[in-house]
C-alpha cells in the first residue's frame, strides 16, 4: 500500500462549480499537510498547508483534514479556468522534512 | 516565482552519459531538496541537504548523487544514464523552521535521455 492515495483520474469542471479533491494515507506518523498546484511544465507551488484536523480556509481554498479517518480535502470555490492545473497533495511528519506526494489530480475549469 | 532557480532548464543527453543540474536555494533557506517527477511514480524525494550536510536520503540510486556548497546552491550529478531516468527533476528548499516544513519548488529541468 502506497503511504500516499490520490485518485489520478482527470477532473473536468464547468466555471463556477467547486471542485473536490481527496487523498487518503496510511502512515500515521504525518503530522502536517500541504496541497500544491502545478501547472503545466512548471514546478509545484505551495497553494495551502495545515497541521491540525479541521478546516482551513484561504479566499476560495479550503483545507480539509480528518486525522481519525487519514483523509484529507481541498475544496476550490467559484471555480475559474485559471484553477485548471494538477493539485498534489503532499504530507510529512516533524524531525523527517521528506514530503510523501500524491500522484496529483488534473483539473479542468471548462469556460 | 518561488525565488529557487534551477538550470539548466532542459537537457538531453544519451545512455551512459553523466550530467550536472543546479540549483539555488530561495534566500536565507538552508536546506535543500530533490525530487524526481515521472509520469508513472510521481514525485519522489531524492535527497535533503542542510547547510552543506547530508540530511535525508529517499529514492536515490547509487548512480545518482549530490552536494550543497557553502554559498548553498546545490547540484545533484546523474550518471550512467539510463533511458529510465527520464524525467523532471526539482529542486526545493525550505528554512526548516521548526514544526511544519513549508518547501518551495523551483521551475525544474526536463531531462530526457535517448
Known amino acids: 500500500q502506497k503511504e500516499v492515495e490520490q485518485d489520478p483520474g482527470p477532473l473536468s469542471v464547468p466555471e463556477g462549480a467547486i471542485v473536490s479533491l481527496n487523498c487518503t494515507y496510511s502512515?500515521?506518523?504525518?503530522?502536517?499537510f500541504m496541497w500544491y498546484r502545478q501547472y503545466s511544465r512548471k514546478g509545484p507551488e505551495l497553494l495551502m498547508y495545515t497541521y491540525s484536523s479541521g478546516n482551513k480556509e484561504d479566499g476560495r481554498f479550503t483545507a480539509q483534514v480528518d486525522k481519525s479517518s487519514k483523509y484529507i480535502s481541498l475544496f476550490i470555490r467559484d471555480s475559474q479556468p485559471s484553477d485548471s492545473a494538477t493539485y498534489l497533495c503532499?504530507?510529512?511528519?516533524?524531525?523527517?522534512?521528506?514530503?510523501?506526494f500524491g500522484k496529483g489530480n488534473q483539473v479542468v475549469v471548462i469556460p | 516565482d518561488s525565488g529557487v532557480t534551477q538550470t539548466p532548464k532542459h537537457l538531453i543527453t544519451a545512455t551512459g552519459q553523466r550530467v550536472t543540474l543546479r540549483c539555488s536555494p530561495r534566500s536565507g533557506d538552508l536546506s535543500v531538496y530533490w525530487y524526481q517527477q515521472s509520469l508513472d511514480q510521481g514525485l519522489q524525494f531524492l535527497i535533503q541537504?542542510?547547510?552543506?550536510?547530508?540530511?535525508a536520503k529517499g529514492n536515490i540510486l547509487e548512480r545518482f548523487s549530490a552536494q550543497q556548497f557553502p554559498d548553498l546552491h546545490s547540484e545533484l550529478n546523474l550518471s550512467s544514464l539510463e533511458l529510465g531516468d527520464s524525467a523532471l527533476y526539482f529542486c526545493?528548499?525550505?528554512?526548516?523552521?521548526?514544526?511544519?516544513?513549508?518547501?518551495?519548488f523551483g521551475p525544474g529541468t526536463r531531462l530526457t535521455v535517448t
Open positions: 503532499a504530507m510529512g511528519s516533524y524531525g523527517n522534512n521528506r514530503l510523501a
Open positions: 541537504y542542510y547547510n552543506g550536510e547530508e540530511r
Open positions: 502512515n500515521s506518523a504525518f503530522q502536517y
Open positions: 526545493a528548499s525550505s528554512v526548516e523552521k521548526v514544526g511544519a516544513d513549508e518547501q518551495y
